[in-house]
């Protein structure tokens, strides 16, 4: 099973800040199986990023994926209100898809 | 595009919950649709997919044996029989669709509780 480990747990900062998030895997990923979601409170996630780096269908350009093999890293070059969130990334390289522990971006 | 899960559950121990998750918008055969939970403050986790056209499946080796995936082409609806039911289920279960690798449509998740 390929374990995803996401940095930091918590990122404190203040709208119009840039979020660099961090995805590590335990085995290499084919750049193709990893996504970027975004979940908020009582909602289900929501897909913002998949193929490691092609935004899907409505998401603004602020939001960027980059990375290969074991690393890789959503970015958020700036925070508007609704960017306040729970980030998690996905793979599907190998059975069983798993997901990663998950980033809260917060406001400082 | 929309998925509608069927409504909240409360179980006992050891019993088995069925979850619905009728897809509408789109051609629901021509499709793969995976089902993931989320404990309470636990990361997402997944359970299995099911391919809407041929009815293959592939489930968690962790749920092997517990968990069945199904559909009816007729209805458009997919659904997660999960069985041997304990506190440990207790979570939210989505259905989502896959696209491109990536669960790009999901729906807005059922609760399901395990309480004697």
């Known amino acids: 099973e390929i374990v995803l480990t996401q940095s930091p747990g918590t990122l404190s900062l203040s709208a119009g800040e840039r979020a660099t998030l961090s995805c590590r895997a335990s085995?290499?990923?084919?750049?193709?199986?990893l996504a970027w979601y975004q979940q908020k409170p009582g909602q289900a996630p929501r897909l913002l990023i998949y193929?490691?780096?092609t935004r899907a269908t409505g998401i603004p350009d602020r939001f960027s994926g980059s990375g290969s093999g074991t690393d890789f890293t959503l970015t958020i070059s700036r925070l508007g209100p609704e960017d306040f969130a729970v980030y998690y990334c996905q793979q599907y390289r190998n059975s069983p898809l798993t997901f990663g522990g998950g980033t809260k971006v917060e406001i400082k | 595009v929309q998925l509608v899960q069927s409504g909240a559950e409360v179980k006992k121990p050891g019993a088995s919950v069925t979850v619905s998750c009728k897809v509408s918008?789109?051609?629901?055969?021509?499709?793969?649709f995976h089902w993931v939970r989320q404990a309470p403050g636990q990361r997402l986790e997944w359970l299995g997919w099911?391919?809407?056209?041929?009815?293959?499946?592939k489930y968690s080796q962790k749920f092997q044996g517990r968990v069945t995936i199904t559909r009816d082409t007729s209805t458009s609806t997919a659904y997660m029989e999960l069985s041997s039911l304990r506190s440990e289920d207790t979570a939210v279960y989505y259905c989502?669709?896959?696209?491109?690798?990536?669960?790009?449509?999901w729906g807005p998740g059922t609760t399901v509780t395990v309480s004697s």
């Open positions: 989502a669709r896959m696209y491109t690798d990536a669960l790009d449509v």
């Open positions: 193929g490691a780096s």
């Open positions: 918008g789109y051609t629901f055969t021509s499709y793969v």
């Open positions: 099911i391919n809407a056209d041929n009815g293959n499946t």
């Open positions: 085995q290499s990923v084919n750049s193709n199986y």
